[in-house]
């Protein structure tokens, strides 16, 4: 089962900062928290990964707390292309090579 | 480069049939990991090769099974189809099985059977 959990869906308009909560609540000292998404009738994309420290990178930034029982992910300008299904996934750092753990995601809908 | 493609997109069987799903890899990556989606389960992994050895396994049954070639290429194969096998058949590389190495994926097989 996954051990994350993220809202079912939001909204944001165009060119706002989207902010997507993930909570993982269980995660352990090992494991990483990961970021991808799915756009619709395309395989999922990755997008960001940390362990404790905030991470930014071309696409997002991620903020995990201090306890690291949650994290968010930031789109600072959505565009219309960045609706899509967005997975918040955590993955252990040895023993699992290409297992990825999915749960529901969140369905993200940008708006003009 | 080129990304993960995946043979073929579409495909419709029958219920009894068996089927073959193929999968190249991103040239250079070893490691090549399977799943399946459907609108109830969502997206759930299948099985994971490196090395053309079998790594992990997903809560699937016997029927579902894969393999791997020395060029890294996968294929997967599901015997005695049931209805509830259609879903997209998702296929994704990565250079090895290190964390921080993530994985591409493809755009995947939709199976049908009828």
């Known amino acids: 089962d996954a051990k994350t959990t993220q809202p079912p869906s939001m909204d944001c308009a165009e060119g706002r900062a989207a902010n997507l909560p993930c909570n993982h609540s269980?995660?352990?000292?090992?494991?990483?928290v990961y970021w991808y998404r799915q756009i619709h009738s395309q395989g999922p994309q990755y997008i960001i990964h940390g362990l404790k420290n905030n991470e930014t990178n071309e696409m997002a930034s991620l903020i995990i707390t201090e306890d690291r029982k949650s994290s968010t992910l930031i789109l600072p300008h959505a565009t219309l292309r960045d609706t899509a299904v967005y997975y918040c996934i955590v993955r252990p750092l040895y023993n699992q090579g290409g297992k990825l753990i999915f749960g529901q995601g969140t369905e993200l809908s940008v708006k003009p | 480069k080129a990304g993960v493609t995946q043979t073929p997109r579409y495909l419709i069987k029958t219920r009894g049939q068996q089927v073959t799903l193929s999968c190249s890899p991103i040239?250079?990556?070893?490691?090549v990991s399977w799943y399946q989606q459907t609108p109830g389960q969502g997206l759930q992994f299948l099985f994971e090769?490196?090395?053309?050895?079998?790594?992990n396994k997903g809560n699937f049954p016997g029927r579902f099974s894969g393999r791997q070639f020395s060029n890294s290429r996968s294929e997967m194969n599901v015997s005695t189809l049931e209805l509830g096998d259609s879903a997209l058949y998702l296929c994704?590389?990565?250079?090895?099985?290190?964390?921080?190495?993530?994985?591409?994926f493809g755009p995947g097989t939709r199976l049908t059977v009828l």
């Open positions: 040239s250079g990556h070893r490691s």
């Open positions: 269980t995660i352990s000292g090992n494991e990483y």
């Open positions: 994704a590389s990565s250079f090895d099985r290190e964390i921080g190495n993530e994985q591409f």
């Open positions: 090769y490196f090395s053309e050895t079998q790594r």
